[in-house]
C-alpha cells in the first residue's frame, strides 16, 4: 500500500465515489445522506485539502483535511469496502496526526455523527476525547479532539 499523497484533478470522480461507498451503510441509520456523501471533491483537491492511498490505480483510502485556528480539522477519513479493517483508517489518522505536526498545529479535531458509535468508540482508542456535541447542517454531531504532543 502507498504512502497518502495529495489526489490529483483527474481522481475528483474517483474520490467522490470511494467516499459514497463508504458512507453508503451509514444512510439507513442516519436517515439521510451524511455529509461528505455530498462533498465537492474537486473543490477540495483544488484546494489541496484532498489526500489518497492507492493501489495499482485503484483509490483505496481518502482524507480531506484543513487547516484552521484551532488546529487540523480531519472532515473526512474514508476506506474503500474492500480495505476496511486493514489498519488504513489508523494509518490515515496517523498521516493526519503526522501533517498536523508539520503544519505547526497542536491539536487535530473531528465530528461525527451522534449515531456513528463505532466510528467514535474508534477516536476514543485513537486518543480523541469528546468536546462537545452540537446540531450543525441538520446534522447531530460529536466533536472530538487530541492535543499533539511537542517534541523536544
Do not use: C
Not at 9 to 36: H, K, S
Not at 82 to 94: I, K, V
Amino acid at each position: 500500500m502507498n504512502a497518502p499523497r495529495l489526489a490529483r484533478p483527474e481522481e475528483a470522480a474517483a474520490l467522490r465515489d470511494l467516499v459514497r461507498a463508504a458512507y453508503a451503510p451509514w444512510v439507513p441509520l442516519v436517515g439521510r445522506e451524511p455529509g461528505p456523501m455530498g462533498d465537492d471533491y474537486a473543490a477540495r483537491i483544488a484546494t489541496g485539502q484532498a489526500w489518497v492511498v492507492e493501489q495499482d490505480g485503484v483509490l483505496l483510502g481518502a482524507l480531506i483535511i484543513e487547516d484552521t485556528t484551532t488546529g487540523l480539522l480531519v472532515d473526512n477519513v474514508a476506506v474503500a469496502r474492500d480495505a476496511q479493517g486493514t489498519g488504513l483508517g489508523r494509518a490515515l489518522m496517523a498521516f493526519a496526526e503526522a501533517e498536523a505536526a508539520r503544519r505547526g498545529h497542536r491539536r487535530v479535531w473531528l465530528y461525527t455523527h451522534e449515531k456513528m458509535t463505532t466510528n467514535i468508540a474508534l477516536y476514543e482508542r485513537l486518543g480523541f476525547v469528546e468536546t462537545h456535541r452540537a446540531e450543525q447542517s441538520g446534522f447531530a454531531r460529536v466533536f472530538m479532539a487530541k492535543a499533539l504532543i511537542a517534541s523536544a
